[in-house]
C-alpha cells in the first residue's frame, strides 16, 4: 500500500497582495476538505505568509515559501533566512528556474539552500528540470544528474528521503512557453530523478522520497500526471491562482486516490 500522501503544491509567485491572499486562502477553505492521504501546500509571497499562517485550517493547509537565503543570520540587507522562516512554514521551495534563470542562482548556492532548509527542520521542495533548448540536444538527462546530484550533496539519506523533488521541465512552466509536457515524457524523467537518488543513497531513500511534476497543470489535466506511477503529487503555479481550479486539481487526486489500481 502507498503510505505517502499525494502532496498538491500552489506556487502563487510574486501575484497577489496581501489581502488578496487572504481571500484566495479564504476561498479554498470553501472548496478544499482536510484528507488524510492528500496534503495541500500553499506558497504565497513573504509578506502574505504571517497573516495566512493565522488565517488557514492547519489540518487542511500547510505553507511553503517560495525562496530563502543559505545564510541562518547577519548583515544580508534584503535576504530573509530559512530560520526566520522556520516558525511559518513546513516547506520551502529551492531552485525554481525562475530563480535558476532571472536570478542566475548557480548549482553551489541552490545546494547551500537545501542544506540551510534541512539545517533548519523545514523540507525542501527543490525543482530540477532541463530548458528546451537542453532537450533539443539531448542533455536532459546530463541537466537532471548535474542538479539532482549536486543539490543532495552534503545530506543524510534520512535527510533526503524526507525531501520533495519537484521535475519542472522549463519549457513546459507557463511563465517559458507553457508547452504540453505529456505524461508518456514526464514518466522517464521522474524515474530517471528517482534512479539518481538511488545510485546516491540506495533504493530505499528513492522510494521514500517524494517526487512532483509540474508545468502548466490545470485541473483538466492533473490526472494524467498524478496517475503515473512514482509521481506523488504536483507543483501549480497559474492554476493555483483561480480556487476552483485548484480545488479541481485535490478533487481529481482525492478521486484517483479511490480508484481501484490496475
Ligand atoms: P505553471 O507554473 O503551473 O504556471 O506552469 C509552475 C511553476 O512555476 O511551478
Known amino acids: ?24 486562502a479564504h476561498r479554498l477553505h470553501t472548496v478544499i476538505a482536510a484528507h488524510r492521504d492528500i496534503e495541500v501546500v500553499l506558497a504565497p509571497n513573504f509578506l502574505a505568509l504571517q497573516p495566512l499562517s493565522l488565517e488557514i485550517d492547519r489540518r487542511r493547509f500547510r505553507l ?3 525562496n530563502a537565503y ?32 532571472y536570478f542566475e542562482e548557480s548549482l553551489e548556492m541552490i545546494r547551500d539552500k537545501v542544506a540551510a532548509c534541512v539545517r533548519n527542520g523545514i523540507t525542501p521542495i527543490l525543482c530540477v528540470g532541463e530548458t528546451s533548448a537542453e532537450r533539443k540536444v539531448g542533455e536532459t ?27 519542472e521541465p522549463v519549457w513546459a512552466i507557463s511563465t517559458f512557453g507553457g508547452e504540453l509536457a505529456k505524461p508518456d515524457h514526464v514518466k522517464g524523467d521522474i524515474d530517471f530523478i528517482r534512479h539518481q537518488v538511488a545510485e546516491l543513497y540506495g ?11 509540474g508545468g502548466s497543470v490545470d485541473d483538466h489535466i492533473v490526472s494524467g500526471y498524478l496517475e503515473l506511477p512514482g509521481c506523488d503529487g504536483t507543483l501549480v503555479g497559474g492554476a493555483s491562482l483561480n480556487y476552483q481550479k485548484f480545488g479541481g486539481i485535490v478533487e481529481a487526486a482525492y478521486r484517483l486516490n479511490r480508484k481501484p489500481k490496475k
Open 70 to 101: 543559505f545564510k541562518d543570520e547577519g548583515a544580508y540587507t534584503g535576504e530573509v533566512s530559512f530560520s526566520l522562516l522556520s516558525e511559518l512554514v513546513h516547506y520551502v521551495i529551492i531552485g525554481h528556474s525562475e530563480r535558476r534563470i
Open 141 to 167: 538527462k546530463q541537466v537532471l544528474h548535474d542538479q539532482v546530484v549536486s543539490a543532495l550533496s552534503n545530506l543524510t539519506s534520512e535527510e533526503v528521503a524526507g525531501m520533495v523533488i519537484a521535475y
Open 1 to 24: 500500500m502507498n503510505t505517502k500522501r499525494t502532496l498538491i503544491v500552489g506556487n502563487w509567485k510574486m501575484h497577489l497582495t496581501v489581502a488578496q491572499s487572504s481571500l484566495l
Open 64 to 66: 511553503a515559501a517560495q
Open 203 to 213: 533504493s530505499d531513500t528513492a522510494k521514500k522520497v517524494r517526487v512532483l511534476y
